[in-house]
Structures are given as structure tokens and as C-alpha cells.
Nanobody
Framework: QVQLVESGGGLVQPGGSLRLSCAAS????????MGWYRQAPGKQRELVTT???????NYADSVKGRFSISRDAAKNTMYLQMSSLKPEDTAVYYC???????????????WGQGTQVTVSS
């Protein structure tokens, strides 16, 4: 199977920046897409951004121009650079991997354990 390990969350003041990382490891797989989702207290999980194996990106309107997703294919690691953070960005951030797993001969979606991002003064 495939495991995702996230890091980089924490407490930051409004206007500040954070970078999240998500490293994928485990069974042999080929990445179709990766992405970040978030869930604030009392709200449903929502899409933040995704990146395909070809490098195409998609962003929620609420983060466009402030967040940037990138991927290091050699390390199977994805990053989320967050800038100009606002209190409404406070949430648990989850990384997502959509991959074809060789031993399963199938496509699966995997989730990280989540990392807390708190934007507060």
C-alpha cells in the first residue's frame, strides 16, 4: 500500500506564510494527481488545490494568488506554499494522492493524516 506523511503545519499570524509538505511512499505506484484539501471546524472538507502528473494545477477561488502547489517527482513529494494567510484559512489540511498501484493493478485514492494550520494573532 501507499502511505502519505504530511508536515509543516502550525500557528501563524495573519499575513504570514507556511509551507506544507506531503511525502508518498510504499508500494510501486504512478501518480495521476495529488492535491490538498482542508476541513475547518463544523464544515465539510473542501478542495484547496490539485496538481496532475502533467503539472496542470487547479485552485479554489478562495486561495488563488495566495497559495501555490508544487511537486518534486523524484521525491514523490508535494508542497503547498501558503502566503498572505487569513484567519479563515484555519483548518486541518489533508494531502491526497490519486495513483495507479502496480500490485493492485488499480487506481486508488489515499489521504494523509492531516496537519493543523491555525492563523491567529
Amino acid at each position: 500500500q501507499v502511505q502519505l506523511v504530511e508536515s509543516g503545519g502550525g500557528l501563524v499570524q495573519p499575513g504570514g506564510s507556511l509551507r506544507l509538505s506531503c511525502a508518498a511512499s510504499g508500494s510501486r505506484f504512478s501518480i495521476n494527481a495529488m492535491g490538498w484539501y482542508r476541513q475547518a471546524p463544523g464544515k465539510q472538507r473542501e478542495l484547496v488545490t490539485t496538481i496532475t502528473s502533467g503539472g496542470s494545477t487547479n485552485y479554489a477561488d478562495s486561495v488563488k494568488g495566495r497559495f501555490s502547489i508544487s511537486r518534486d517527482a523524484a521525491k514523490n513529494t508535494m508542497y503547498l506554499q501558503m502566503s498572505s494567510l487569513k484567519p479563515e484559512d484555519t483548518a486541518v489540511y489533508y494531502c491526497m494522492l490519486n495513483a495507479h498501484v502496480v500490485e493492485l493493478t488499480a487506481t486508488r485514492v489515499y489521504w494523509g493524516q492531516g496537519t493543523q494550520v491555525t492563523v491567529s494573532s
